[in-house]
């Protein structure tokens, strides 16, 4: 028999099995455009991209508001991927429905507004950090990207070994980059907690940390349809209290705290009789506490639209005495598409799609290289290799606008950074041996070998760089490169180099053309 219980399962299923196939395709078999529409349904992700441009997410922003308007807060129990974690946790942790203790506890509906409110105002006043570590969307990509992903990536090159030479399996050697324990560990504390809250307390989290909850509460005040109970139909079991994964459901008072609900009807399932039912209400009775409550968040909220002028300032360059090199590794370089630092950073919220889409590996999560406002937010890392010049995939995948999605032509003059040669770390100079590898890389050849004494050494034209980091990967010195990438703090636009077409000759007949 249909149930929405069984609808819930079934939605929550495939999303959570959608958006885990788009950061585990450790393959890259999934195509880039999928993106665009299973992340639209994602409601921080996608409000955060509706203000930076038209796109479909803001059919996803109006879809989510509009079912939470009519049905309450069903997103948080259909569509959100952290919610289903937690639920997840929760079947195994206390199996069957009836088993569940989950007793009702007065929803701290002040509290909940409150650090969703300093939640968004420190968002739109530039500082990410909040935004970052407790939006559910990204919690739950980082946590795959940090953690899930490179188990796969280790067993599936185990079994790459395993096949040998014949490659009986199909399969191939993926490299492993961006293991770091420092920044492993704040998906596994995020976890960890997440975990415990789940167990002991339900869907706490939901109703005590998370901004979309917080937003989604307040428009479940006014929802059109609710679960209420029947008093003539309720034999007094309780049963429905202590399924209540929110602890909103108080069976005494026969009462349903409606923003609290977060829609998974288990209590319609549980309920041996018809006590518990699910319809239209007329009328919306709004008690005045919610009310305050409401105009506490709208006052912040509105603070959150007037405050843009941002309120952090991205780290600044090293001190004069330090070298180049290590003045330069201090900044982080920015996505082509991100615009700049201080404008990438104010809209990403680390959710580390462009992580796991791209192809060179060279978008890495950072630590604290945007400051504290930015922890987790990628950037490229030279090391492990560079941006590959035709390349737009991190823009075509990115949910929330940090990252446009630019135009092959386009993404090719946008530079992201200039070139800074050191001779003196150059081999040229400290082994008197060519070398050459950095020129021989550069696709836009800003860097060409002109010549030095019986050797050539590298030689740097800054208008067509476009700071790919190609000729840093490249270079062999140790342990700092000769030649690496500064970033642009706001990016700017390279020149293109003006091929010179060869004049066409005329063909010499030939006395026998055949």
Same mark, same amino acid.
């Given at each position: 028999?249909?149930?929405?219980?069984?609808?819930?399962?079934?939605?929550?299923?495939?999303?959570?099995?959608?958006?885990?196939?788009?950061?585990?395709?450790?393959?890259?078999?999934?195509?880039?455009?999928? &993106?665009?529409?299973?992340?639209?349904?994602?409601?921080?992700?996608?409000?955060?991209?509706?203000?930076?441009?038209?796109?479909?997410?803001?059919?996803?922003?109006?879809?989510?508001?509009?079912?939470?308007?009519?049905?309450?807060?069903?997103?948080?129990?259909?569509?959100?991927?952290?919610?289903?974690?937690?639920?997840?946790?929760?079947?195994?942790?206390?199996?069957?429905?009836?088993?569940?203790?989950?007793?009702?506890?007065?929803?701290?509906?002040?509290?909940?507004?409150?650090?969703?409110?300093?939640?968004?105002?420190?968002?739109?006043?530039?500082?990410?950090?909040?935004?970052?570590?407790?939006?559910?969307?990204?919690?739950?990509?980082?946590?795959?990207?940090?953690?899930?992903?490179?188990?796969?990536?280790?067993?599936?090159?185990?079994?790459?070994?395993?096949?040998?030479?014949?490659?009986?399996?199909?399969?191939?050697?993926?490299?492993?980059?961006?293991?770091?324990?420092?920044?492993?560990?704040?998906?596994?504390?995020?976890?960890?907690?997440?975990?415990?809250?789940?167990?002991?307390?339900?869907?706490?989290?939901? &109703?005590?940390?998370?901004?979309?909850?917080?937003?989604?509460?307040?428009?479940?005040?006014?929802?059109?349809?609710?679960?209420?109970?029947?008093?003539?139909?309720?034999?007094?079991?309780?049963?429905?209290?202590?399924?209540?994964?929110?602890?909103?459901?108080?069976?005494?008072?026969?009462?349903?705290?409606?923003?609290?609900?977060?829609?998974?009807?288990?209590?319609?399932?549980?309920?041996?009789?018809?006590?518990?039912?699910?319809?239209?209400?007329?009328?919306?009775?709004?008690?005045?506490?919610?009310?305050?409550?409401?105009?506490?968040?709208?006052?912040?909220?509105?603070?959150?639209?007037?405050?843009?002028?941002?309120?952090?300032?991205?780290?600044?360059?090293?001190?004069?005495?330090?070298?180049?090199?290590?003045?330069?590794?201090?900044?982080?370089?920015?996505?082509?598409?991100?615009?700049?630092?201080?404008?990438?950073?104010?809209?990403?919220?680390?959710?580390?799609?462009?992580?796991?889409?791209?192809?060179?590996?060279?978008?890495?999560?950072?630590?604290?290289?945007?400051?504290?406002?930015?922890?987790?937010?990628?950037?490229?890392?030279?090391?492990?290799?560079?941006?590959?010049?035709?390349?737009?995939?991190?823009?075509?995948?990115?949910?929330?606008?940090?990252?446009?999605?630019?135009?092959? &032509?386009?993404?090719?003059?946008?530079?992201?950074?200039?070139?800074?040669?050191?001779?003196?770390?150059?081999?040229?100079?400290?082994?008197?041996?060519?070398?050459?590898?950095?020129?021989?890389?550069?696709?836009?050849?800003?860097?060409?070998?002109?010549?030095?004494?019986?050797?050539?050494?590298?030689?740097?034209?800054?208008?067509?760089?476009?700071?790919?980091?190609?000729?840093?990967?490249?270079?062999?010195?140790?342990?700092?490169?000769?030649?690496?990438?500064?970033?642009?703090?706001?990016?700017?636009?390279?020149?293109?180099?003006?091929?010179?077409?060869?004049?066409?000759?005329?063909?010499?007949?030939?006395?026998?053309?055949?």
């Amino acid at each position: 028999m249909f149930t929405f219980r069984s609808l819930r399962i079934v939605v929550a299923t495939v999303s959570i099995v959608l958006l885990s196939a788009l950061y585990l395709d450790i393959a890259g078999r999934i195509p880039a455009s999928w &993106n665009s529409y299973i992340l639209a349904f994602q409601f921080a992700p996608a409000l955060l991209k509706t203000v930076t441009t038209v796109s479909v997410a803001a059919l996803g922003v109006v879809f989510i508001l509009t079912l939470t308007v009519m049905y309450g807060r069903i997103y948080c129990s259909y569509l959100c991927p952290l919610g289903t974690l937690q639920d997840i946790v929760i079947w195994f942790a206390h199996g069957k429905t009836k088993h569940r203790k989950f007793p009702y506890a007065k929803p701290a509906y002040k509290a909940h507004y409150l650090v969703s409110t300093i939640i968004i105002v420190t968002a739109a006043g530039g500082s990410m950090v909040l935004l970052n570590l407790f939006e559910p969307f990204s919690s739950y990509g980082r946590m795959l990207s940090s953690l899930i992903r490179p188990a796969m990536i280790v067993v599936n090159n185990a079994a790459a070994i395993i096949a040998g030479p014949g490659n009986l399996l199909g399969v191939v050697m993926i490299p492993l980059h961006g293991v770091n324990l420092l920044t492993m560990g704040v998906p596994v504390l995020f976890l960890g907690v997440l975990i415990v809250l789940s167990v002991r307390r339900g869907r706490l989290f939901c &109703n005590l940390l998370c901004p979309v909850g917080g937003v989604l509460s307040l428009l479940s005040h006014i929802s059109v349809y609710r679960i209420t109970i029947q008093g003539t139909e309720c034999i007094d079991c309780g049963l429905c209290e202590r399924v209540c994964r929110a602890e909103c459901i108080d069976s005494k008072e026969k009462t349903i705290d409606v923003a609290a609900c977060v829609g998974c009807f288990d209590c319609i399932g549980a309920c041996p009789t018809n006590g518990m039912k699910y319809s239209y209400q007329r009328r919306s009775v709004i008690t005045e506490k919610a009310a305050a409550d409401r105009r506490v968040v709208m006052m912040g909220l509105s603070a959150a639209l007037i405050d843009t002028t941002g309120i952090r300032k991205i780290p600044g360059v090293a001190a004069a005495e330090e070298s180049a090199y290590a003045a330069a590794k201090k900044l982080p370089v920015v996505p082509p598409g991100g615009q700049g630092m201080e404008m990438f950073s104010q809209l990403c919220t680390a959710c580390h799609r462009c992580i796991a889409v791209c192809p060179t590996h060279v978008v890495q999560q950072s630590f604290l290289e945007y400051g504290m406002a930015g922890i987790l937010q990628p950037a490229l890392d030279f090391h492990v290799n560079y941006c590959n010049y035709d390349c737009t995939l991190c823009g075509e995948v990115c949910p929330t606008g940090a990252i446009r999605h630019l135009p092959e &032509n386009e993404k090719k003059s946008v530079q992201i950074g200039k070139v800074t040669f050191v001779k003196e770390d150059c081999i040229v100079e400290t082994k008197k041996k060519d070398c050459g590898a950095c020129a021989e890389h550069c696709a836009t050849k800003a860097v060409r070998m002109v010549p030095y004494g019986r050797l050539t050494l590298p030689e740097i034209d800054n208008q067509y760089c476009v700071g790919c980091g190609a000729c840093e990967h490249a270079c062999p010195t140790v342990p700092r490169r000769a030649i690496f990438v500064t970033p642009n703090p706001v990016h700017l636009t390279a020149k293109k180099r003006e091929e010179k077409r060869m004049e066409p000759q005329e063909a010499v007949p030939s006395e026998f053309p055949f």
